[in-house]
């Protein structure tokens, strides 16, 4: 196994970049089948990815949390396993639908206390682990107090079920709150250098002392520089920002900062990540890759250091590259 630099998610240690496992799931960025994710899984694992980040929500039935569940065993001691909770309604549960801004236009969630021990002993099954290390939930309930939330997510702590307390797609006012209920390790954003983070949000966990992983960290793969145009059955088409003259538009507005990227001899994508962990020691991207070579290449950026012009440069670059196609996901819980 390799090693990277490794930083601190408030008290949970974990590698400086982590791998998201959404995108094995069939249905997100189009198909790919078992073999392929696992020896994604695998190879992402043997780079030094140990924190791996999953939902219940992801794939059909648990699928991403299942496969996993394979790639880790025999290795559990190696892997920090993060997952989330609150997408898979149980039978029965009223569905709590919200506005996210996105075309799909509303998400539904149930974060209700009583079905959170239900979600956790379903992820440990399909993980099939003793216990998850950080668990969150994948988005505020909008007809939930968020403290109610995540008191039942404390009582998993207290039995054993759950190491660490992480929340997802939150205001600052909303982690303060959960916050004041259990200790936060983590908040999970979208942070990319196309969408900037909630200044709130990130003086909230600074201040807190949590740590900050920032999702989407390729700005879902156009940041590389290799996305000319999504098809069909790729999730991305209900996102504005890659509809066909959005996405032309976006790639002639990002062509300053690849050109930073290959001064520098990098990738666009490696200069994306190795920008946001140069945004502070507590922040960790998990880009998620069907694809080996694209892996090893997501995490040599954990070793790239960028001089402090480079990094002016690269803001007053971003700041001229507005993206065309709106915001994306919005919170919409209480
Ligand atoms: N909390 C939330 O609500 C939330 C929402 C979204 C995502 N997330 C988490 O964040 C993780 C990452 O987000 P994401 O998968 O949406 O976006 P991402 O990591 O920004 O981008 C993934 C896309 O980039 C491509 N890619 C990756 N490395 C590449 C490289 N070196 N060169 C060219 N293309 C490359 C992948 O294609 P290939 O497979 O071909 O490499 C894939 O299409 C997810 O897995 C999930 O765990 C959380």
Same mark, same amino acid.
């Given at each position: +196994?390799? !090693? ?12 400086? %970049?982590?791998?998201?496992? +959404?995108?094995l799931?069939?249905? +997100?960025?189009?198909?790919?089948d ?11 694992l ?18 991403n ?6 790639a %880790?065993k025999?290795r559990?001691?190696?892997? &920090? #396993?993060?997952?989330k909770? $609150?997408? @898979? ?7 709590h639908?919200?506005p ?11 974060? !209700?206390?009583?079905? #959170? *021990?239900?979600?956790a ?7 099939d682990?003793?216990? %998850? ?10 007809? #939930? =107090?968020? !403290? ?8 998993? &702590? ?6 660490y ?8 006012e909303?982690l @303060?709150?959960?916050?004041? #209920?259990?200790?936060v390790?983590?908040?999970?954003t979208?942070?990319? +250098?196309?969408?900037?983070a ?11 002392g ?10 879902a ?7 000319? /145009? ?5 999730? @991305? *088409?209900n ?13 002639d507005?990002y &062509?300053?900062? @690849? $050109?930073?990227a290959a001064?520098?001899?990098?990738? =666009? ?17 998990? =880009?998620?890759?069907r ?5 090893e ?6 070793? %790239? ?7 002016a ?11 065309? $196609? $709106? ?6 819980? /209480?």
């Amino acid at each position: +196994m390799n !090693e990277l630099p490794s930083r601190g998610l408030g008290r949970l240690r974990v590698p400086a %970049i982590g791998y998201g496992a +959404m995108v094995l799931s069939p249905g +997100m960025y189009g198909e790919v089948d078992e073999d392929r994710a696992l020896a994604a899984l695998r190879h992402a694992l043997d780079g030094g990815a140990t924190f791996v980040d999953t939902s219940d929500g992801y794939g059909e039935d648990g699928h991403n949390e299942r496969l996993v569940g394979k790639a %880790i065993k025999g290795r559990r001691d190696e892997v &920090v #396993v993060a997952t989330k909770f $609150g997408f @898979r309604v149980p039978d029965g549960a009223e569905p709590h639908r919200f506005p996210v801004g996105f075309e799909f236009g509303e998400l539904a969630v149930n974060a !209700e206390p009583r079905y #959170v *021990r239900g979600y956790a002993e379903a992820s440990l099954r399909n993980l099939d682990v003793d216990v %998850i290390d950080l668990y969150y939930p994948h988005f505020p309930d909008p007809k #939930v =107090p968020i !403290e109610d939330t995540v008191g039942a997510v404390a009582e998993l &702590v207290d039995d054993g079920l759950v190491r660490y307390l992480g929340l997802s797609n939150v205001t600052a006012e909303q982690l @303060r709150r959960a916050h004041a #209920v259990h200790p936060v390790q983590a908040v999970q954003t979208e942070w990319s +250098m196309w969408r900037p983070a909630d200044p709130d949000l990130l003086a909230a966990a600074r201040e807190l002392g949590v740590g900050v992983v920032a999702w989407s960290p390729l700005g879902a793969g156009f940041l590389t520089g290799t996305v000319q /145009r999504v098809g069909d059955g790729d999730f @991305r *088409r209900n996102n504005p920002r890659f509809g066909d003259a959005n996405l032309a538009a976006n790639n002639d507005a990002y &062509v300053a900062v @690849r $050109g930073i990227a290959a001064d520098l001899g990098i990738t =666009p994508g490696q200069l994306a990540l190795a920008w946001l962990l140069h945004q502070g020691q507590d922040v960790v991207p998990i =880009p998620g890759s069907r694809t080996p070579a694209h892996i090893e290449e997501n995490l040599q950026a954990a070793h %790239i250091d960028l001089h402090a012009d480079t990094l002016a440069q690269l803001d007053a670059a971003l700041a001229r590259a507005t993206p065309a $196609g $709106g915001t994306l996901l919005q919170n919409g819980g /209480r």
